[in-house]
């Protein structure tokens, strides 16, 4: 073990597994530069101008040009920078990347990684801080991740890579600077598989991405009172873990789902269907979603604040949940 | 570097009977396999749109006999010729377009998603201008595994005004790529006049102001479109980097095989029936010495083949249903829960 960057974490994937298969490349914009924000850093002098490819602002080609050369025998990485841009995109990948596998019948894959950095991050505003992971959960064809810790952010991303169908690798931009624990040698995290970060016996927090840091906290802070609170960091959202989550919530009874997206049509949503239709009758409260309110995210930090959810918001509606309500 | 090519070469003489006597089976089969699907959609056989070629067949007739098989191809919505060209089996196309099992794509396509990836044709494609950026990858591809393949993009006239026309024509000078880009010009963007909707002079002009040198070309004369692409594709091979052909040609019938295409006057599509690219190659090869024997019986044979294809697709069984949850990602079954 040793102490890495998320952001230092991503780029020894992206290292490891260009070293490993020479068929992995990568695509986009700024990259012999080390990337906008430093992911690709010196993998340019490594392995070269073509491996490592600086391409035109020219989102729709990058991700085009990507479909295309992973239906024939490559395995690229595509950079968009930021998940706002990715949206300059979308016909590329929800069309043709998440679709050529089915429609085509099989003929082919398309093997390929998108990594759309996620996520408020310093008065960014309402073009460069969205999260929108559910748009991409609900395409068939798409397996959508969303690490949130630098080991995860190695493992995963290794994982992606490997995976023979489209990715969409949501990194958190907030996260980049977060130092952890990552294992020397090789590191594998499968898809699809969820991680207890914390266990409890009270309610079950079911979060991804950066709203993993903000629900410990919470639980840590909720344990002193008495409350234990168990925290499930789903790291892939498609397919998401259902088995752990309906284990956990099973046990607690109680399910919050904490996600920093707008909530409505979140996928929250999905989770808190899910379970309410598989343990309505073991549930001990309603469940509840916690995220962010139906607004564009804005510049001004006070402004940017309304569409954060604070560890106070996530232990206060905790309590209400866990906490018996005394009968006014 | 635009070059202009005669209006009748068609019809000029000395043209090689050996070359073009199969070309002229490949038009054939082309027309007859799209009047087929259009009487089999009359009969309820063909379940979804169908966007016919029929007028066009000598832009996929004179480009793809100049592709060796593992050469790759990308087309469009309207692209059951340009699949044929490259080799794909009439059987399986028209199976994938009556749904049946067997069809190229297992019947998960139809008509506009038809692929052969065995014999190099990556996908017809449901969106305009969606194959350009996705055949500027392959050949993307093609540079990096330092294969020696070419790719061919053709699109419609109406791709010209998307987006990914210019990203991919320029990614594919920035990087040097073997890319044949073909604007298949039939005039019309769905039921619009493109060139009401278009500024400019259009997609040599737009191809020459990113760097590739264009050929206006006679689509409706095989010989003059073959010409071309030999040597495109020449050049391609020897890494010249990405060219233009704009093909001028016309749709006869509607955008689908139902759009009676009222909004343009009889007259015109008269004309343009007079320039019918398979009598032009007829009357070429009578000129270069071809009985009228021979001619009617390349014409024959092509709808016979076709006529029991079209018998035997129709004959076929159903897919499977389960096909609906395979082939949808390996992570995840969709099939889970699905009701």
């Known amino acids: 073990m040793s102490m890495t960057s998320y952001l230092e974490a991503g780029r020894r994937a992206v290292m490891e597994e260009m070293q490993r298969d020479e068929r992995v490349w990568a695509l986009g914009e700024d990259l012999g530069r080390g990337g906008v924000f430093g992911q690709y850093k010196g993998l340019q002098e490594m392995f070269g101008d073509e491996r490592i490819a600086d391409t035109p602002i020219s989102e729709a080609c990058i991700m085009g040009a990507a479909v295309g050369a992973a239906m024939t025998g490559t395995r690229p990485v595509v950079e968009m920078r930021f998940s706002d841009f990715a949206l300059c995109a979308v016909d590329e990948l929800v069309n043709q990347a998440a679709k050529a596998r089915f429609m085509f019948g099989g003929q082919m894959r398309v093997p390929m990684v998108v990594r759309e950095p996620i996520g408020m991050w310093r008065s960014s505003a309402a073009q460069h801080s969205q999260s929108l992971e559910a748009w991409y959960a609900h395409i068939p064809g798409l397996v959508v991740v969303a690490p949130a810790t630098p080991a995860d952010n190695l493992g995963l991303l290794k994982t992606a890579i490997r995976n023979e169908d489209p990715v969409v690798y949501m990194e958190h931009k907030n996260l980049w600077a977060l130092e952890g624990e990552v294992p020397e040698g090789e590191h594998l995290v499968p898809l699809g598989k969820a991680e207890v970060a914390r266990e409890g016996v009270d309610l079950t927090i079911v979060t991804w991405s950066a709203m993993r840091h903000p629900c410990l906290k919470a639980a840590e802070d909720l344990s002193a009172e008495g409350i234990g609170v168990e925290v499930i960091d789903l790291r892939t959202l498609w397919p998401w873990d259902r088995e752990a989550v309906l284990a956990s919530v099973g046990k607690t009874g109680r399910l919050l789902v904490v996600q920093e997206a707008v909530s409505v049509a979140g996928f929250g949503a999905e989770i808190a269907a899910s379970v309410a239709e598989a343990l309505h009758y073991r549930l001990r409260a309603p469940v509840r979603r916690l995220g962010a309110p139906r607004i564009p995210v804005a510049y001004a930090p006070p402004l940017e604040d309304q569409a954060r959810v604070t560890d106070k918001a996530i232990t206060d509606a905790v309590r209400g949940m866990v906490v018996p309500q005394t009968v006014a | 570097m635009t070059q202009h090519t005669a209006e009748h070469a068609g019809a000029s003489g000395n043209l090689e009977t050996g070359r073009f006597l199969p070309i002229l089976s490949l038009m054939w089969r082309i027309r007859a396999f799209e009047e087929l699907a259009i009487e089999a959609q009359r009969e309820g ?57 067997g069809g190229t794509c297992g019947g998960k396509g139809g008509s506009m998603h038809i692929a052969d990836f065995g014999v190099g044709m990556l996908g017809a494609n449901g969106v305009v201008g969606a194959n350009i950026p996705i055949a500027t990858g392959a050949a993307h591809a093609l540079k990096l595994r330092r294969a020696g393949e070419v790719v061919v993009c053709i699109f419609g006239d109406g791709a010209i005004n998307r987006g990914p026309f210019l990203e991919g024509l320029n990614w594919a000078r920035v990087f040097d790529l073997p890319v044949l880009f073909v604007c298949e010009d039939n005039g019309f963007s769905a039921t619009t006049r493109t060139r009401s909707m278009t500024g400019g002079a259009g997609a040599t002009a737009r191809a020459e102001s990113l760097g590739l040198p264009a050929a206006e070309v006679d689509g409706n004369d095989v010989l003059a479109v073959d010409a071309a692409a030999r040597t495109a594709i020449a050049a391609l091979r020897a890494g010249e980097g990405p060219r233009l052909m704009h093909c001028h040609t016309y749709r006869i019938t509607g955008h689908t095989a139902v759009d009676p295409a009222s909004y343009r006057p009889e007259a015109e599509v008269d004309q343009w029936r007079r320039r019918c690219p398979i009598a032009r190659l007829e009357a070429g090869l009578r000129l270069a010495g071809v009985s009228d024997e021979e001619l009617s019986r390349t014409r024959q044979e092509a709808w016979d083949e076709m006529r029991a294809i079209s018998a035997e697709a129709s004959a076929t069984s159903w897919p499977d249903a389960r096909g609906a949850f395979a082939d949808v990602q390996d992570m995840g079954n969709p099939a889970e829960r699905a009701f």
């Open chain 2, 45 to 101: 056989l063909v379940l979804g749109a169908i966007h016919p070629s029929i007028g066009q067949e000598a832009v996929a007739a004179g480009i793809c006999p100049n592709l060796s098989k593992t050469d790759l191809l990308l087309s469009t919505h309207r692209g059951h010729g340009h699949t044929l060209a490259k080799g794909a089996d009439p059987l399986a196309m028209m199976r994938e377009l009556f749904g049946r099992e």
